[in-house]
């Protein structure tokens, strides 16, 4: 059965109809060229009596004579039963009729068809029932020159069969007609299963579903163009889907940048942007509801707008190798940014927002530290220096006196070298972290050690050490940075915190992924002040007394570099009962399975 409206419906129906007329047209031809025919011979058979009459007339001179009753022995030639002949005269009046006897008192036949159509050519014909009898005739007239002659052959049964077109025809013709009409059902269902396939095709792409891949075409031209068809789709389905990986992992590298990214159309419409970039510009704005679009409504980017409206504007090509650009710089709040913008051939253009503040921070604090190294490094070489003047200035220097000079000058040089050293490990740690390696690190034993190479002084300043963790504890970091965590607050308390003071260690918590320590001293504290500051590099208390006592100022900011760049994390605070405590965390080291 046909769907309404299916290709395979309208498809049979055109052809078919198209066949219809075609076979209409020549099966009417046909009926009527042989009923035509058929005709032509029934109205040459007429005219033979007709023809015959006439020669009769002619012969007998029955015209001159007005002796018609002499035409009586023309029905032994003539099958008066079947066919009545008349003569008329040019007046119409009729002279002799076969089938009337009293033919004398017929009117006038002037006006029968047949004898006004023999009149203008060369016979009449006309089928029509006899006024005169009342039977239905096929009459046929023609006038010789003073009369005219009709026959009439009595339309029965057997005229009208004759002059019916034969049957055969019109059963060839029906039979003709069903084979054409089945043969456009076999064709229309196979050209309508090849285009319900495809359409079938393309309604489940469309709509998303997965297509039979073991569809079966015919092996002819539609077949062909439907293979290449859904090859064209495979190919654009293969781009497609490589386009979409592309995309994607545009997308993830858009929105894993650390820059701020934003696309946008020549009418300066947002296409995609991501959170850095929405982040930076309400930085930049001082405001937090502000959208990627609103960009342009940004007092600092006023230069930006400047140049998109003249490069937007602007009916000039670009090439991609030279595309509209402009940057600039924006301080807002402590914090430096670096704004870019490139407009592209269709004229959709980018803004990249980059957060330059820890670089410029990092260059100013470099800055800073170059000039508190050379500070610091001027003093110890300075004071060596004069020692060493002295001494050469004075070559009658007692031996005592030299010697005290020689240990001064040592003693800056061994501060000098402690400096250069801290500076080199704070440096190592910060820019080649990368080249520490992370392993297992047994605090117990470590703390050990480091009590033991402070022994000395720990005796000279009557100090106690307690330690309050396992000798096995372990966790994961390296081994000299967690030393020079432990060695410089131990180094800190006991040149800072004063004499007979208690140094605690204890490890007092730990979770899934850290070890938790505090090392504390029940010394002379530091004023609230100062806490916030005491892991800043070069930053002392008490200048004076820390340079007298051989410190550089960088103990603590190694600790706390050395404590991040392990994952953990540091603080100090003043204890109640006196003295200085620093928590901190170190991550656990978990035996691989």
């Not at 003047?389 to 061994?414: M, W, Y």
């Not at 297992?440 to 034993?445: A, F, H, Q």
């Not at 020079?484 to 915190?497: C, G, K």
């Amino acid at each position: 059965m046909f769907t309404k409206d299916s290709f395979q419906r309208k498809l049979f129906v055109y052809y078919f109809s198209l066949f219809v007329v075609f076979t209409m047209s020549i099966l009417i031809y046909q009926y009527q060229r042989e009923k035509d025919y058929r005709k032509g011979q029934l109205d040459a058979s007429l005219e033979s009596y007709t023809n015959l009459t006439d020669q009769y007339i002619r012969h007998e001179g029955i015209y001159s004579s007005s002796n018609f009753a002499k035409l009586d022995s023309l029905k032994s030639l003539i099958p008066t039963n079947e066919v009545r002949i008349t003569v008329i005269n040019h007046d119409g009046k009729v002279l002799y009729d076969t089938s009337v006897k009293d033919y004398a008192h017929m009117e006038n036949h002037l006006q029968r068809p047949e004898v006004q159509k023999s009149i203008y050519s060369d016979f009449g014909a006309n089928l029509r029932k006899s006024h005169t009898t009342g039977k239905d005739y096929y009459y046929f007239a023609r006038f010789y020159q003073d009369y005219f002659v009709r026959a009439a052959a009595v339309y029965n049964m057997q005229i009208q069969h004759f002059l019916q077109a034969e049957k055969t025809f019109i059963i060839f013709i029906l039979f003709l007609f069903f084979v054409i009409w089945l043969v456009l059902r076999i064709v229309s269902r196979r050209m309508g299963d090849s285009i319900n396939k495809l359409k079938d095709f393309a309604v489940t792409i469309r709509r998303g579903g997965t297509y039979d891949r073991n569809i079966q075409f015919p092996d002819d031209e539609l077949g062909v163009i439907s293979h290449e068809i859904i090859k064209l789709y495979k190919q654009l389905r293969r781009t497609k889907d490589e386009l979409t990986q592309e995309k994607e992992k545009l997308f993830s590298h858009l929105f894993v940048l650390n820059e701020g990214v934003a696309f946008f159309s020549s009418e300066k419409k947002t296409m995609l942007s991501n959170n850095h970039f929405i982040q930076f510009i309400n930085i930049i704005s001082e405001e937090s509801t502000i959208s990627a679009e609103q960009v342009f409504q940004v007092k600092a980017f006023d230069a930006i707008n400047l140049f998109l409206d003249e490069i937007l504007q602007s009916e000039t090509e670009f090439f991609l190798h030279d595309l509209p650009r402009t940057e600039m710089n924006v301080q807002v709040g402590g914090r430096y940014f670096h704004v870019q913008c490139i407009v592209f051939q269709d004229k959709t253009f980018e803004i990249i927002i980059t957060d330059n503040t820890k670089l410029v921070k990092q260059r100013l604090m470099k800055q800073q530290m170059t000039s508190n190294i050379a500070h610091e490094l001027k003093t110890p070489i300075a004071s060596a220096k004069g020692y060493l003047e002295t001494i050469l200035e004075s070559p009658g220097l007692d031996s005592e006196k030299q010697r005290h000079f020689i240990e001064k000058a040592n003693s800056q040089v061994n501060r000098l070298t402690k400096l250069v050293g801290d500076i080199a490990l704070l440096n190592k740690i910060e820019e080649a972290g990368e080249y520490y390696t992370i392993e297992k690190v047994t605090v117990g034993k470590l703390i050990s050690e480091v009590v033991d190479s402070f022994q000395t002084m720990i005796n000279r300043k009557s100090v106690v050490v307690e330690v309050d963790a396992d000798y096995d504890l372990a966790v994961k970091g390296n081994y000299s940075l967690v030393f020079s965590i432990f060695q410089n607050l131990m180094e800190n308390a006991l040149n800072y915190a004063g004499e007979n003071i208690t140094i605690t260690i204890n490890h007092y918590l730990e979770d899934d992924k850290f070890h938790y320590f505090a090392f504390s001293d029940n010394g002379i504290g530091i004023a609230e002040e100062h806490l916030s500051r005491i892991f800043e590099r070069f930053y002392r208390i008490d200048s004076g007394r820390s340079r007298k006592l051989g410190g550089t100022g960088l103990g603590l900011a190694i600790v706390k570099h050395a404590v991040v760049y392990q994952k953990g994390e540091i603080t100090v605070r003043n204890r109640k009962e006196g003295g200085l405590e620093f928590l901190f965390s170190l991550p656990r080291f978990i035996e691989k399975k």
